[in-house]
DNA sequence: CTGAAAGCGCTTACAG
DNA sequence: CTGAAAGCGCTTACAG
């Protein structure tokens, strides 16, 4: 393999000012800096990362934690900021937690993250104290996308989860529904986040302000997953009369209940209607209604946000007011980038039969 | 931060009986190593990944490159390969190509890899020979799931894809149907693999033991996605009389179809069966029969063929034949390690209507 | 079983 | 704009 001084001999210059050519430090001269190229293409030479790194103190390198890189958003997500990080010369190291608590606490509170990475995204990942305590003390810069993991000091990129519930909620009571159910996610899972508390206040207050009460008996809770939907509407279903139309909190929980519907011998939208929240990939093969959020954007965006300061080569996401940064020393921390959310109406939601 | 010099202080040893107690060297005193681990935990002592790479030669990475984490597919084998990693306490890093030829360029054929990983796991994605030299001059273990990314000396894990799309035309062929038709990936695509070749091939030749010849206007090309499907099916339905039954070369494929069946007025199975190969997370939700394939059980049979031989932790597979390893001199490669697949039959496919 | 010393291959003040 | 030298924080023969 070879090394810089290889480079360094070819061209004629020190090491140091191969390391300098080489990175585009601005104090080389042109014609240096040409003929220090030109060495190390003549010899292949790539830097050794670990030597830079170890001198240097970077690691070139982002860590992102998902709860489960199968899901749709995650992926999506995670799609959008690998591009974005390696456009700008990062690595991205996968955490993925497999919904498994174990996992989180491992890769939160021990050392996987330490010394290995310039900053962090978390995704929807669910912070305890002792979580929020051990990122801190990591000292790192991060974004976290959606709502509930909230870290001092780290800008958070997310929807309206509020506002998006309202909106589906109230897409239903426009349609005639007034028995309509609320699936959603389960607050005893270890990995419960926060997000699907948002999105029952939202269905909540959108039956209030349509002067209905929240009945507890059409609302269960359920993994947010394919199967957690499932589950969620057949336990609906045993409870007696079924309801006229069905929240549920994402769009995966929403192609379960179709499921379970149809199992059940009930009819989608003629029996009950479904509505859920995403806008998955296959939201249009199933003709599901939901509300769209824009997966891809926030992945995006939180990348920009990260790579700014850290120097990458991207340029100011358009129109993006400048992100405060750092933990503000005893102040309030940054203000979420909210991004916006659009009610998408497909075959599944339609008026409730006349009785 | 602490380095390894404050833990050897005050354990009362040498930095190198430290570096040894901490990695589990079996030439340390009990009593020694205790001590080590007391005084690392008390300092909170991490090693400096960087640091340890570079005096050690290892990185403790492994490098996963897929052609689109938002498929099905691909996120499924990365949760899998992520968690045996995590497990045997490498990284992963991840490298998406997101279906653009030149990304892959960039991953494979520049300094991406280079000594940035122990080792590499390539799913599904295609090579050519500059690329193949590339991943053979970083001179790196690796191991390839799926087919069309053979690489001398690395074991491939897959599964058999002729038989696969045999089994699916065989079981239209079955129910009563002769024209089949069957929607399948442009080879023309930058990033086209040959999974698609196997599987069209499996096709042809069932139809042949059938009697029947494959009919070039009922083959169509298109990418490996859901709009690719719809695309497909919407161009086979421009050409004329339609099929009775599709064969879709994967799942995501299969779901496209079945929109672009519904959007043409056509009911599935009562007009056109449809079966797809995967067994997609949604196949289920869709009623779409498919020829099921171990997504997971590739990643982690991939993982633990790799991580065997780099000294991970994993125990050896159960039942696996050790599989050779490094370029056989002028051998030939290790053979493909073939995981099962199985017909699921769902609501998709029925007999053709009487004429 | 343990230690002293060299070395991994870079980057960074510092000096000019 | 460039170089000499120190240093980043470990691991690895080598010797005992």
Same mark, same amino acid.
């Given at each position: 393999m070879t090394r810089i001084d290889d480079v360094a001999r070819l061209a004629g210059?020190?090491?140091?000012?191969?390391?300098?050519?080489?990175?585009?430090?601005?104090?080389v001269s042109a014609a240096t800096r040409r003929r220090v190229q030109a060495a190390a293409e003549q010899l292949q030479y790539a830097v050794s990362p670990s030597a830079s790194r170890l001198a240097g103190g970077k690691t070139g390198t982002v860590a992102v934690v998902v709860p489960r890189i199968t899901r749709w958003f995650f992926a999506t997500v995670v799609e959008a900021v690998e591009e974005h990080?390696?456009?700008?010369?990062?690595?991205?190291?996968?955490?993925n937690l497999g919904g498994r608590e174990q996992m989180r606490r491992r890769v939160l509170r021990t050392a996987s993250l330490h010394k290995r990475v310039?900053?962090?995204?978390?995704?929807?990942?669910?912070l305890r104290p002792a979580d929020v305590t051990a990122l801190t003390k990591l000292d790192l810069p991060g974004v976290t996308i959606s709502s509930g993991s909230e870290v001092?000091?780290?800008?958070?990129?997310?929807?309206?989860?509020?506002?998006?519930?309202?909106?589906?909620t109230r897409h239903l009571l426009d349609l005639g529904h007034t028995r309509i159910a609320h699936i959603s996610g389960d607050p005893d899972d270890e990995l419960a986040f926060t997000t699907h508390l948002d999105r *029952?206040?939202?269905?909540?207050?959108?039956?209030?302000a349509a002067g209905l009460r929240p009945d507890p008996g059409l609302d269960v809770e359920s993994q947010f997953t394919i199967d957690g939907g499932t589950r969620a509407t057949a336990e609906l279903l045993a409870r007696g009369e079924p309801p006229t139309a069905i929240f549920a909190a994402c769009d995966e929980m929403a192609m379960g209940a179709m499921t379970a519907l149809r199992?059940?011998?009930?009819?989608?939208?003629?029996?009950?209607?479904?509505?859920?929240?995403?806008?998955?990939?296959?939201?249009g093969v199933l003709g599901?209604?939901?509300?769209?959020?824009?997966?891809?954007?926030?992945?995006?965006?939180?990348?920009?946000?990260l790579l700014d300061p850290l120097g990458g080569r991207a340029e100011p996401y358009?129109?993006?007011?400048?992100?405060? *940064?750092?933990?503000?020393?005893?102040?309030?921390?940054?203000?979420?980038?909210?991004?916006?959310?659009?009610?998408?109406? *497909?075959?599944?939601?339609?008026?409730?039969?006349?009785?």
């Open positions: 210059v020190s090491t140091a000012t191969v390391s300098r050519a080489l990175r585009g430090l601005p104090t990080l390696h456009q700008n010369g990062y690595d991205l190291l996968l955490h310039d900053a962090v995204i978390l995704v929807a990942t669910p001092p000091g780290w800008p958070c990129v997310r929807i309206d989860d509020v506002a998006a519930a309202r909106t589906a *029952r206040r939202g269905y909540q207050e959108a039956l209030r199992d059940a011998g009930l009819r989608v939208p003629q029996d009950v209607s479904v509505i859920g929240v995403d806008d998955h990939d296959l939201a599901l209604s939901t509300i769209a959020q824009p997966a891809a954007e926030q992945g995006a965006l939180a990348a920009r946000i358009p129109g993006l007011v400048p992100v405060p *940064r750092g933990a503000d020393a005893d102040g309030a921390p940054p203000p979420p980038v909210i991004l916006p959310t659009r009610l998408v109406v *497909r075959e599944s939601t339609a008026p409730p039969r006349a009785h």
